[in-house]
């Protein structure tokens, strides 16, 4: 006869206690049949059945967590809170976190995946194709139409978006610099004329 703090698991025939069983309402005692060992074994028989693969349940001491991207075990410290979820962090290492959003930032907003944006930024030679200098950072792309033109410095691409991409301002712009004075002159009252 079991002690009222223990059970047999149908599968096994061991003696455990009860803390070795999830818990059934449907069932007079409250447990499942079968021992959380056993269940999980069912469970990766079926789900190998099936062709998919089961995670490997790794220890991780108190205080840490697994990371399923980088499957390193951090401690909390590298980890965002997150209240919803079962256990109070988010599902994903800051690292790890940072580079699916980054990821999904590219892919929902430019259609790009990483791969893509890497073969660009590597075409430029990993600077901006406006001043090559700085490093290309930042996906320009058009505001109308929405596609990429390229990967620019933060302060090129700032600047495009100053002259709301025009290219008649940006010419004025360039020939400004260059010295040449684009100053309208005064012809007639509210008419003004602009050098040729």
């Given amino acids: 006869m079991n002690d009222p703090g223990s059970k047999k698991c149908s599968t096994c025939q061991r003696v455990l206690p009860a803390g070795a069983f999830a818990s059934n309402r449907s069932r007079p005692d409250g447990l499942q049949t079968n021992c959380r060992e056993c269940a999980a074994e069912y469970y990766r028989r079926r789900q190998g059945a099936r062709g998919k693969t089961v995670r490997v349940r790794v220890p991780v001491p108190r205080g840490h967590k697994r990371c399923p991207q980088c499957e390193k075990?951090?401690?909390?410290?590298?980890?965002?809170?997150?209240?919803?979820?079962?256990?109070?962090?988010?599902?994903?290492?800051?690292?790890?976190?940072?580079?699916?959003?980054?990821?999904?930032?590219?892919?929902?907003?430019?259609?790009?995946?990483?791969?893509?944006?890497?073969?660009?930024?590597?075409?430029?030679?990993?600077?901006?194709?406006?001043?090559?200098?700085?490093?290309?950072?930042?996906?320009?792309?058009?505001?109308?139409?929405?596609?990429?033109?390229?990967?620019?410095?933060?302060?090129?691409?700032?600047?495009?978006?100053?002259?709301?991409?025009?290219?008649?301002?940006?010419?004025?712009?360039?020939?400004?610099?260059?010295?040449?004075?684009?100053?309208?002159t005064l012809v007639a009252p509210g008419v003004y004329q602009l050098p040729s």
């Fill in 73 to 184: 075990v951090k401690p909390h410290s590298d980890w965002e809170r997150n209240r919803p979820s079962s256990d109070g962090w988010t599902s994903y290492c800051r690292e790890c976190r940072a580079e699916r959003n980054r990821t999904g930032y590219f892919k929902r907003k430019y259609g790009l995946a990483p791969a893509e944006l890497d073969a660009m930024t590597a075409e430029q030679q990993g600077v901006c194709c406006i001043c090559l200098t700085a490093p290309a950072e930042h996906v320009d792309h058009c505001h109308e139409t929405g596609r990429v033109r390229g990967v620019l410095c933060f302060s090129c691409n700032a600047a495009l978006g100053q002259f709301k991409d025009r290219p008649d301002a940006i010419r004025r712009a360039a020939a400004y610099v260059e010295g040449i004075a684009w100053k309208p």
